[in-house]
């Protein structure tokens, strides 16, 4: 009876979650997010709804709405957003993506749409290949292909490192992350899953073989965030931070990455996911944005974006079988209403919270749309597999 109750439980805080997204968020977002005069996606709204001006427009927003919009329609939660992710599709080749994108896209945009740092950031990169697979998926433009093709080219050419993965950006930063890669790894399955050419899952093998001999510390049971130019771990306070809610992205992407062929190896999901709940869960419930292993400094701070990446990491243990891990999903959808969710204007959040409690956030960031509609994507395929 237990068990029952607990996947009635989740079956039904998955449908709210689910119709939240597509009968609130979706249309909120679709009629006020999009800047008709200059075109492209505005980087925030505020707390009536709307738009944000004044601040960089950052491309890997432009790329996360237009995937976002474009997969929305295919889910056929609202044909409109087709509309509105081909004009943002337009927008980013036109003004991020010079020389058809021979170099990828560049970092930041004015509101008018005119380029204000011309950087070829790696992880731009991801999202700009995110976003023009989901146009083939979508329409098979041919533009898409040719730039990802490009870009990819690009990426080898100029920001391949002799030790492994893939430079910050083509200034060279240090130090390099694992956050870049996750997303490059997320793009290459995305790649592969619209076309099934393998060119892009032997990509994604490279990064799998990266996640296990750098990113993935076995001894911890976590993932480092921070290196020095050999992908070695840098050895410092920001060396020892660790990421939950990025954890918790990896049990999704590993998943994603078996369904494709991939070989994981046994045991990696389980124990991040365990690893996640156990060290980077605040007293509430809530995961932190970010723990030490050795120093006594948590942060103080809570996001929503690592709150959505755990229920995806619960709704996809809870289908591997994980004891427990529906009702963490349900129990975290339920926390997710209560506070972040819980707003005036219905399809707006509030980003950021004290441990304590108190409100941080100052405007609703439009990057957060991504995490929630994979979230509401997430809930909704586990509904229709439970019945």
């Not at 049990?251 to 494709?260: E, I, P, T």
């Amino acid at each position: 009876m237990g068990g029952a109750r607990a996947m009635s439980d989740s079956i039904k805080s998955c449908n709210q979650f689910q119709h939240w997204f597509a009968q609130s968020a979706l249309p909120l977002w679709g009629a006020h997010g999009y800047d008709h005069s200059h075109g492209g996606f505005y980087e925030a709204l505020d707390f009536t709804g709307s738009p944000v001006t004044g601040q960089p427009r950052r491309v890997r927003v432009q790329a996360r709405q237009i995937y976002t919009f474009t997969q929305s329609a295919l889910r056929g939660w609202g044909n409109e957003h087709e509309d509105l992710a081909a004009k943002g599709f337009e927008f980013l080749l036109d003004r991020a993506c010079p020389e058809n994108g021979q170099r990828g896209c560049v970092h930041t945009l004015l509101d008018d749409g005119t380029i204000l740092d011309d950087r070829r950031d790696l992880y731009d990169q991801a999202f700009l290949l995110l976003a023009c697979a989901a146009r083939w998926k979508a329409v098979k433009d041919k533009r898409a292909m040719a730039v990802i093709n490009a870009t990819i080219d690009f990426l080898d050419a100029e920001l391949s490192s002799p030790h492994g993965g893939w430079l910050e950006s083509d200034k060279g930063e240090i130090p390099r992350r694992q956050n870049p890669h996750m997303h490059l790894f997320e793009a290459f399955i995305t790649l592969f899953e619209g076309t099934r050419d393998h060119r892009y899952l032997n990509k994604a093998h490279e990064i799998y073989r990266l996640f296990e001999s750098s990113f993935y510390d076995a001894t911890n049971g976590v993932v480092r965030e921070f290196f020095d130019a050999k992908l070695a771990p840098l050895q410092s306070r920001d060396g020892d931070l660790i990421e939950p809610g990025h954890m918790a992205e990896w049990v999704w992407l590993l998943d994603r990455y078996a369904r494709c062929g991939g070989h994981v190896t046994e045991g990696i999901m389980d124990k991040l996911f365990v690893g996640t709940g156990s060290m980077g869960v605040d007293k509430q419930g809530f995961l932190r944005d970010s723990i030490s292993l050795q120093y006594d400094n948590p942060a103080q701070t809570r996001r929503l974006w690592p709150q959505i990446e755990y229920v995806k990491a619960a709704l996809v243990m809870a289908q591997h079988g994980r004891s427990g891990a529906a009702v963490k999903a349900t129990q975290m959808i339920n926390q997710i209403f209560d506070t972040y969710l819980n707003q005036p204007v219905a399809g707006l959040w509030c980003d950021q919270y004290q441990v304590s409690g108190e409100r941080l956030a100052q405007n609703v960031p439009a990057s957060i749309l991504y995490h929630l509609f994979e979230a509401a994507a997430d809930a909704s395929d586990y509904v229709i597999a439970s019945e």
